[in-house]
């Protein structure tokens, strides 16, 4: 609905949106986890503001800074990750933008570690286009793929990272960028969608369009001195701890017992 010339709705799709209006018609109600998504759903639905609630996610417990560094070690040998390094976790759609991820890559040339389930999933398209490129501006040797990764080992990825980037063109939510933030990780991300939400504060923020700008941003992290960075590890930790799922479950129950009264 957002981006139709990228997502294609189709016939099918034009008929489930059909009855997905309908349905809306019916419901007293609609949650949302950001005001960019309550916005899209007013905007595209036209679907009344009053009727819809933000309630927003949160970054598991599990998800904080790791002082193991044996532990550390050995994940790092597990996924052969090089001492310093750019982190993406996230899918592949277009909206992600990883293409221009891995053209910001070819101008710095710093190691790029790509996590996600469906990036090494070759017979997807856009993991086509993603290797093709790869390979075209020889990054092959910089360019780390590990696939899915078990949530435990995700959170020793995120503390080892240099930097987590989300250079996407849109996001509802954007969780790695609390995730990253609650392992003291810096973020260099978008202003796209919920991310300006999400992030203001404690991330640095790039234009998605420009790889030169993300380019630069993500230097920028590289050379942080070393209390540079643990102050801003510090002010993302407490931003990120703002958003709990002790919150996320008191709200959207507040929100349930408001409407079977």
């Known amino acids: 609905l957002v981006f139709p010339q990228y997502f294609p709705a189709g016939i099918r799709g034009y008929i489930n949106l059909f009855f997905q209006k309908r349905a809306l018609a019916n419901t007293d109600f609609i949650i949302c986890d950001s005001q960019a998504s309550k916005d899209d759903v007013i905007n595209k639905l036209s679907y009344p503001s009053e009727k819809i609630h933000i309630v927003y996610l949160a970054a598991g417990k599990n998800f904080k800074k790791l002082e193991d560094q044996k532990v550390l070690q050995t994940i790092r040998r597990k996924f052969h990750l090089p001492k310093e390094f750019a982190l993406y976790v996230g899918d592949v759609n277009w909206n992600k933008n990883i293409e221009g991820l891995i053209t910001t890559i070819a101008q710095i040339k710093?190691?790029?570690?790509?996590?996600?389930?469906?990036?090494?999933?070759?017979?997807?398209?856009?993991?086509?286009?993603?290797?093709?490129l790869i390979?075209?501006?020889?990054?092959?040797?910089?360019?780390?793929?590990?696939?899915?990764?078990?949530?435990?080992?995700?959170?020793?990825?995120?503390?080892?990272?240099?930097?987590?980037?989300?250079?996407?063109?849109?996001?509802?939510?954007?969780?790695?960028?609390?995730?990253?933030?609650?392992?003291?990780?810096?973020?260099?991300?978008?202003?796209?969608?919920?991310?300006?939400?999400?992030?203001?504060?404690?991330?640095?923020?790039?234009?998605?369009?420009?790889?030169?700008?993300?380019?630069?941003?993500?230097?920028?992290?590289?050379?942080?001195?070393?209390?540079?960075?643990?102050?801003?590890?510090?002010?993302?930790?407490?931003?990120?701890?703002?958003?709990?799922?002790?919150?996320?479950?008191?709200?959207?129950?507040?929100?349930?017992?408001?409407?079977?009264?």
């Not at 710093?110 to 093709?132: C, M, R």
């Not at 250079?167 to 969780?175: D, I, R, T, V």
């Open 110 to 132: 710093i190691p790029t570690v790509l996590v996600g389930k469906a990036i090494t999933d070759n017979n997807l398209e856009p993991v086509k286009k993603i290797n093709k």
């Open 135 to 261: 390979r075209r501006l020889d990054l092959e040797d910089i360019v780390t793929r590990t696939g899915y990764v078990a949530e435990d080992d995700l959170v020793a990825i995120y503390n080892l990272a240099t930097v987590t980037v989300l250079p996407s063109f849109y996001e509802g939510f954007g969780l790695p960028a609390l995730e990253s933030m609650a392992c003291g990780t810096p973020v260099v991300c978008s202003k796209a969608g919920s991310l300006k939400e999400i992030a203001t504060g404690s991330a640095i923020f790039c234009d998605p369009a420009d790889p030169a700008d993300i380019a630069s941003k993500i230097k920028l992290v590289v050379n942080l001195s070393k209390s540079q960075r643990e102050t801003l590890a510090n002010r993302s930790q407490k931003h990120s701890a703002k958003f709990t799922w002790e919150k996320t479950a008191e709200q959207t129950v507040a929100i349930f017992k408001k409407f079977l009264k």
